[in-house]
């Protein structure tokens, strides 16, 4: 649907449902969501007096609101896809109020993944905010009984340069809301020299607000009356509840009751475990009754998940024959054997997400409609399981976004906002369900582990004249279908598929896999084990052939060209191909790049201090990543330095994009060090940050250069590619400072310093 | 039992054993103040106690009566603590969510030892995680603070 259609059957909407935005104005409503939020739903824009379109609303005193309809999580994209519309609009920021959306399908995708908010709305936003532009020019020119072509604008003012006349836009605000809205066709964008805001970026609306407390997240949201859940999981997947005694919970003081939850129906996806959720008067009782449960659990199939035979499992996999991805050369021709065959196995485990604010969410179910407040990045999805779940339409749920304290793809999934719903209905009250970290890091949706079989025969230079690369994980796909057992193609074409090397025989397979736990999206996904595999692979031989990781790479990739992936099945991450072509030409500037600022050529590893180099396309985007490090002789490693060159195309928000670099290395340092869930007797054997690290400040890059290509390509991704080649080009470091080379994933259970 | 949070007096006669965090965000409703890991791992919690920093997710109200808590809350009341100003500076917060503990970690570091080394800020903020991976800028915001005599 085009955002610039159906305003006045919101307006319609807005008048019958007017009166509930003074019920719910009495009660605690997070500061952030005061703004024009109610349970019709109508943002402040929706209800200014100039509205011509979703994300747009001028008031007469000038005040601009914008909606962000995409999550907030940290990669400042609340603010940068409105300072799009605001430039459009030629708008002083100082007087836009950022309006945040509710899941609504009226704004077309809202699930603030795979790294595309700026890519699929940077032009509907500058359309917005070009409509209301021409709309106010307009006003102002009909006015003065001037042509609308002597009329121009400056800073949130229609200015008539011949006579000198002005007119604020609130002034016209009125004026404006009675014209008809222009079509597509007739509006005219701003020249790129022309802009205000994009490209050169603003910090975050939030920021102070972040740095004081005042920010609202989920886990701050609280309504009069609510209750707190805290909820026993079935601690392996699919298990069930065979008996309950909830007698020693209910004695603890603050304790109401206890409440069965079903379990999920095959397949899971996005519905809640099942268990016993605990009922309290705040948080601390509701956990403290929960250790008082006494539950006997039938565990069912998954009970024989176990991560070390598993791992055998998927490496056996990986050396037998798989499906057929993508061939170049003669597909059938046997493959070369003989001492110039390398071959190698990359391992790449389970990994959490754990992001900061544990999963959290506040449901109130009144009146046959259900409202919910939660750190959510697809509130489409949760109004959707909130509807299936509790039994209503989906026009009946009203899911809020509060900020996320972290995401990374695990709030994409809203199971936990499912749980507080079914909850609330039950019990007829809000009830607020909060997970604590244990919780977190056991009941996650992990990445998948991967087994890769890498193989190549190599010619004199040690440049492979065949190579045969054969990944095996278990799909996120089986969360949708249980019988799921190969890779799709959106998640093999994540750094797998399209393999960028110009070489005369490739062989690119994927072998099947079951899933025993429930399998996600995290930060970049299966680029990470993908890319880790190829580019550590790729640097193994080039040492074996005496040769520059780098120049080997440009050799490997060949000269400029598009990817032809005729009779391939390559959906670029849900891009169109004509305008978001694979460019090796891209990939190679993005090397030469890091390589010239880190000053490759210069430096040479040693003993103990090695320089590791990885680079590839994920998201659309292109990165080239140096990482420096330095290794004691018992194995105690530090990276003093990481260089990283990125072609995003069109950059929005410069500063907002280094961050997400700066934050890349340190997520993919995690992944490296001590990034693995296991699972014995079908139980994850981790639990909090002791188990499952994150990256300390003692241990990440002491410092991350961002080098950004100055580019007018059309906008990528930011938030997620810098993770892929970053692991690798740590792992390729370690390799140049110790010799020895990290195929199996994490450092931490490796033997590799003995 | 007696407490001062934030310069205003409070009287609590609940479960002792309630940690003073969730006495703070269920209780108070100061939420600013987070939840990350429930057992001193992360520091999302840190507020403090008599001027020093400390971990509220394991500290039992039993162990802070009669005791002055400052939270997040009241350390920009009257204008942005030079510490928070520096945060805005270097623009280090992504998400935020850990932004709290780091701050309140940090303004604690810079009272101890007004100039801090590279290894010295390593040393005190390490029992802070920021999953977000601001630890660079949060580095920088420390010196510039420090330049400021915070």
């Keep these: 649907m085009s955002p610039m259609e159906n305003v006045s059957r919101r307006r319609f909407l807005q008048g019958i449902f007017g009166a509930g935005a003074l019920v719910l104005a009495a009660r605690y409503v997070p500061p952030m969501l005061r703004h024009g939020h109610s349970t019709d739903g109508q943002t402040d824009a929706d209800r200014a007096t100039f509205h011509p379109n979703l994300f747009v609303g001028i008031q007469q005193d000038g005040t601009v609101y914008i909606v962000a309809h995409r999550s907030e999580m940290g990669t400042t994209i609340r603010t940068s896809l409105p300072l799009v519309l605001a430039d459009e609009l030629d708008a002083d920021w100082k007087r836009v109020k950022i309006d945040q959306a509710i899941g609504d399908k009226r704004y077309g995708d809202q699930n603030t993944d795979g790294s595309h908010s700026i890519r699929s709305f940077f032009d509907t936003l500058r359309q917005c905010g070009a409509a209301a532009r021409l709309m106010l020019i307009q006003a102002a020119a009909e006015q003065w009984s001037v042509t609308v072509s002597e009329c121009s604008t400056e800073m949130h003012t229609v200015v008539h340069k011949a006579t000198g006349r002005r007119l604020g836009y609130g002034e016209l605000a009125s004026a404006a809301a009675r014209l008809p809205v222009p079509k597509t066709e007739q509006l005219k964008l701003k020249e790129p020299s022309d802009w205000r805001y994009i490209g050169k970026g603003m910090t975050s609306v939030d920021l102070e607000d972040l740095c004081t407390g005042r920010a609202m997240y989920g886990m701050d949201a609280r309504l009069d009356g609510m209750v707190y859940a805290s909820i026993e999981h079935p601690p392996v997947f699919g298990g069930k509840i065979k008996s309950l005694d909830d007698q020693e919970a209910l004695k603890v003081a603050g304790v109401r009751q206890t409440v069965q939850i079903d379990p999920f129906k095959p397949p899971c996806a996005f519905q809640p475990l099942g268990g016993v959720a605990v009922i309290a008067d705040n948080t601390w009782a509701a956990f403290q009754g929960r250790k008082k449960l006494k539950i006997t659990w039938d565990n069912g199939a998954n009970e024989s998940y176990d991560s070390v035979e598993y791992k055998k499992e998927l490496r056996e996999t990986a050396h037998k024959p798989g499906k057929l991805i993508r061939s170049v050369g003669d597909s059938n021709k046997e493959f070369p054997t003989g001492k110039n065959v390398v071959q190698a196995d990359y391992y790449v485990p389970l990994l959490a997400h754990t992001p900061m604010e544990p999963m959290v969410a506040l449901a109130e179910f009144k009146d046959g409609r259900l409202t919910a407040w939660a750190p959510t990045q697809n509130p489409q999805g949760a109004q959707a399981i909130i509807a299936s779940e509790v039994g209503i339409p989906v026009e009946d749920v009203v899911c809020h976004v509060t900020l996320l304290g972290g995401g990374f793809g695990r709030k994409s999934k809203p199971d936990y906002i499912a749980e507080a719903a079914v909850l609330s209905k039950k019990l007829e009250r809000p009830v607020k369900v909060v997970w604590t970290r244990e919780d977190d890091v056991k009941f996650d949706y992990y990445n998948a582990v991967a087994a890769m079989y890498m193989k190549a025969a190599v010619d004199e230079k040690g440049k492979p004249t065949a190579w045969l690369q054969r990944s095996v994980f278990p799909p996120i796909t089986s969360i949708f279908d249980v019988n799921a057992v190969y890779g799709d193609p959106p998640h093999l074409a994540q750094g797998w598929t399209d393999l960028p090397y110009d070489l005369p025989n490739i062989r690119i397979e994927n072998g099947p896999a079951q899933a025993h736990v429930r399998i996600g999206w995290l930060r970049s996904v299966a680029n990470i084990y993908h890319a880790f595999a190829i580019q550590c692979f790729t640097d193994e031989l080039a040492h074996r052939a005496n040769r520059d990781p780098v120049e080997y790479m440009l050799d490997l990739i060949g000269p400029a060209r598009t990817l032809d992936f005729t009779n391939v099945e390559y959906p670029n991450y849900g891009a169109d191909y004509k305008t978001y072509p694979w460019e090796t030409g891209r990939l190679r500037n993005v090397i030469e790049m890091v390589a010239e600022k880190s000053g490759w050529a210069r430096k040479k590893s040693s003993k103990g201090h090695g320089f590791g180099f990885a680079a590839h396309r994920s998201f659309l985007t292109y990165v080239a990543t140096v990482v420096e490090v330095e290794v004691s002789n018992d194995g105690e490693i530090r990276i003093p330095r990481v260089d990283t060159a990125v072609d995003a195309g069109l950059v929005v928000n410069p500063d907002a994009t280094r961050a997400q670099f700066e934050g890349a290395a340190v997520f993919g340092t995690s992944i490296v060090r001590s990034g693995e869930i296991t699972a014995k007797n079908g139980v994850i054997q981790q639990s909090n940050f002791n188990d499952y690290p994150a990256a300390r400040i003692n241990e990440v890059p002491d410092q991350t250069n961002v080098y950004i290509t100055e580019s007018s390509a059309p906008p990528a991704g930011v938030g997620e590619p810098g993770v892929p080649p970053f692991v690798a080009a740590f792992c390729n470091a370690i390799f140049a400072a110790t010799g020895k080379r990290l195929r199996d994933l994490p450092l931490s259970s490796s033997n590799l310093f003995g | ?150």
């Excluded at chain 2, 054993?17 to 520091?43: E, N, S, V």
């Excluded at chain 2, 009257?78 to 709290?100: D, F, K, R, T």
């Design chain 2, 1 to 150: 039992m007696k407490l001062k949070v934030n310069g205003i007096d409070h009287a609590f006669d609940g479960d002792p054993d309630m940690p003073l965090l969730w006495y703070l965000r269920d209780i108070l409703g100061q939420t600013g103040t987070k939840f990350g890991c429930g057992i001193a791992l992360c520091g999302a919690c840190t507020v403090h106690k008599n001027g020093e920093a400390i971990r509220s997710c394991v500290t039992p109200m039993s162990a802070v009566a009669d005791s002055n808590i400052r939270t997040i809350e009241d350390l920009g009341a009257n204008g942005l603590h030079p510490v928070q100003e520096a945060w805005m500076e270097v623009n280090v917060p992504q998400c935020g969510y850990c932004q709290s503990g780091q701050i309140m970690q940090a303004v604690s570091l810079l009272k101890n030892n007004p100039h801090p080394s590279d290894q010295e800020i390593d040393d005190a903020m390490a029992g802070n995680i920021c999953r977000c991976g601001t630890y660079q800028r949060i580095r920088q915001a420390i010196k510039l603070a420090a330049g400021k005599n915070a």
